[in-house]
């Protein structure tokens, strides 16, 4: 080996360390009911560092899954194929119960339970996640057909990742899509096209086409289409009950900016049979329940990626020297990494907060049902629009090293737009906040008390919160993006403020929440006197020695 080949001041491989020793997150998921999950989050976040899980997610990235239309004979067979990867990772996930194991399971903090499994599995690859959050989130849209909810629950639950094309009935484990988007439109699915026209026995046939399904290879779909008395919500196997083939054609597959792992197809239906969900013409109040549902994972699998990327970040800063100092002791590096820090656990502790809400609401509490609805759509808008450039900001931590695919920050830099789209994108989940706020007034009502246990706590909080308090009182459309971020950022504080660490609340409220300019716009702007190593300490991995 010639002389300059010689490796120094490169930090060691991230492998072999447990995603779940996260102060933020274990706390959270104590306070809210689910301590008793605690050791299987740590089994399941030392798989998720584990170089095996490492592999199984740049695998599943690298070889993405093909589509094929048809055989070798013509005959349409519309299966998508995956690398050997996706499978394991997607066998994890379902063996864990991130899917939709807690509608099943009566212990308090059920759903809590799945956030933390949800959050620190999804370390090892993003895209694997969509069938599990879309399977998680059919559930309360399902029951609107109790017969449907009988009949299919308990195998969308099961723990059991059963891959591949047969009747739904006759497997050991389902897995759902949702099917709503088409070209003219995504936002607006009132504008759909897609006829459902009644075919006898409770069964509709669908023809039109849809822009976007994700998880094609799904054994169920909630599906909107129109039926004679509007736009209603259906429940669509890919394979009938018979065996045959569902009219179902998967027409070609996106080639995405990142989730690569996933397939996100273009799909025809060609009078396809399917079931009616809900009532005719209450198409989008059922599926909004869907949707709702994988909200929560928007900000859930945002806060895994903001943690993945401020990890990674710290672990290099750790290890690699420049200018005859530990870059992470630079005082500039330090501020960076502290704010990426605090960034993360800001919204770890909004996420665990909404999965508590969600849990609760699933139990019959309404004081949550209603904090949730406003809260969730305030949160998911804010901390997705902060995703992109919290990943730009981390992966330019490792400089050049950080650009290069194999580093894993590219990954999650073309992840990170994602979340702001799909569910609601920005001012969608902006103008839903607006709406609940105005025409729901328990859940203001909610979201205010929530924010009044931090009152007194912190000037600064109080401060941001009567701000808040006065643009709620005049809301108008096109402040729904500053209202939407206001209520997050007084929500991320009063929950800082209340249950943090000292020194993250302290300078969250410092440069968030401040009247005072103190705070630039861009990562690494935080006022002199932060306590930076203890919040940098809080982000910096332990590796087995
Ligand atoms: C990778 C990927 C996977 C997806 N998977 C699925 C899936 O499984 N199932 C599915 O049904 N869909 C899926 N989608 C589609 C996604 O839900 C839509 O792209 C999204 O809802 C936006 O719809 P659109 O693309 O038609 O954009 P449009 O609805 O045309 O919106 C364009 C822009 O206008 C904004 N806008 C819309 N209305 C307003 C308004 N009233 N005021 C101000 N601004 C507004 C939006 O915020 C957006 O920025 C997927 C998308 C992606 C990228």
Redesign the pocket.
């Known amino acids: 080996m010639p002389p300059t080949h010689e490796v120094f001041n490169q930090p060691p491989a991230l492998a072999g360390h447990d995603v779940a020793a996260d102060p933020a997150m274990l706390d959270a998921l104590r306070r809210e009911g689910a301590g008793w999950a605690e050791a299987g989050v740590r089994e399941l976040g030392r798989r998720a560092g584990s170089a095996q899980a490492q592999e199984w997610g740049r695998q599943a990235n690298e070889h993405p899954p093909a589509l094929r239309t048809y055989d070798r004979f013509g005959h349409r067979v519309d299966e998508v194929e995956f690398h050997p990867a996706w499978h394991s990772l997607m066998t994890v996930a379902v063996q864990h119960g991130l899917h939709a194991a807690p509608w099943r399971d009566e212990r308090p903090g059920a759903h809590v339970a799945r956030a933390a499994g949800f959050y620190v599995w999804g370390a090892a690859d993003a895209g694997h996640c969509c069938p599990i959050s879309m399977t998680y989130a059919i559930v309360p849209a399902l029951r609107h057909a109790p017969s449907l909810a009988a009949r299919f629950e308990s195998l969308l639950a099961a723990r059991e990742y059963d891959f591949g094309l047969r009747p739904p009935d006759g497997k050991t484990g389902l897995l759902a899509?949702?099917?709503?988007?088409e070209k003219q439109?995504?936002?607006?699915v009132r504008a759909n096209t897609t006829r459902a026209v009644p075919a006898g026995n409770g069964l509709y046939s669908l023809t039109g086409h849809?822009w976007?399904?994700?998880a094609p290879m799904g054994d169920l779909f909630m599906v909107l289409a129109q039926a004679p008395g509007g736009l209603s919500c259906f429940l669509l196997p890919r394979v009938l009950p018979d065996g045959s083939r569902n009219g179902m054609h998967l027409q070609r597959l996106?080639d995405?900016l990142g989730?690569r792992s996933n397939a996100?197809a273009e799909v025809e239906y060609d009078e396809a049979a399917a079931w009616l969900v809900g009532e005719e013409g209450r198409g989008v109040r059922t599926i909004i329940e869907m949707v709702n549902m994988t909200r929560l994972d928007c900000v859930l699998g945002t806060a895994t990626g903001m943690r993945a990327g401020v990890t990674l970040a710290a672990h290099h800063a750790a290890n690699r020297t420049a200018f005859g100092r530990k870059l992470a002791d630079q005082p500039l590096m330090a501020s960076v990494l502290a704010d990426l820090a605090i960034e993360s656990e800001a919204t770890t502790v909004a996420a665990f907060r909404l999965a508590g809400a969600t849990d609760r609401a699933a139990g019959g509490d309404q004081q949550e049902a209603a904090f949730r609805r406003l809260a969730l759509a305030a949160t998911k808008y804010w901390v997705c629009k902060r995703a992109p450039a919290h990943a730009a900001e981390a992966l330019e931590c490792l400089g050049g090293n950080g650009y290069v695919e194999e580093s894993g920050m590219p990954r999650l830099y073309r992840e990170a737009p994602?979340a702001s789209?799909?569910?609601?994108?920005?001012?969608?989940a902006a103008?839903d906040a607006l709406r609940a706020l105005t025409r729901q007034p328990e859940t203001a009502e909610a979201f205010f008390a929530e924010l009044d246990q931090a009152a007194g706590a912190d000037r600064r909080l109080d401060q941001a919160i009567a701000r808040l308090r006065k643009e709620v009182s005049d809301p108008a459309e096109e402040r729904a993006r500053y209202l939407a971020e206001a209520m997050a950022l007084a929500l991320q504080g009063a929950l800082l403020v209340r249950y943090g660490h000292p020194a993250v609340a302290g300078a969250f409220a410092a440069s968030r929440l401040g009247d005072d300019p103190a705070w630039g716009h861009a990562y690494g702007t935080l006022p002199s006197g932060t306590d930076t190593a203890a919040i940098i300490g809080r982000a910096t991995p332990e590796i087995p020695g």
């Not at 789209?421 to 969608?428: A, D, H, L, T, Y």
């Open positions: 899509g949702m099917s709503m988007t439109g995504g936002s607006d849809k976007f399904t994700s996106k995405k989730n996100s994602l789209i799909w569910e609601g994108s920005g001012n969608v103008l």
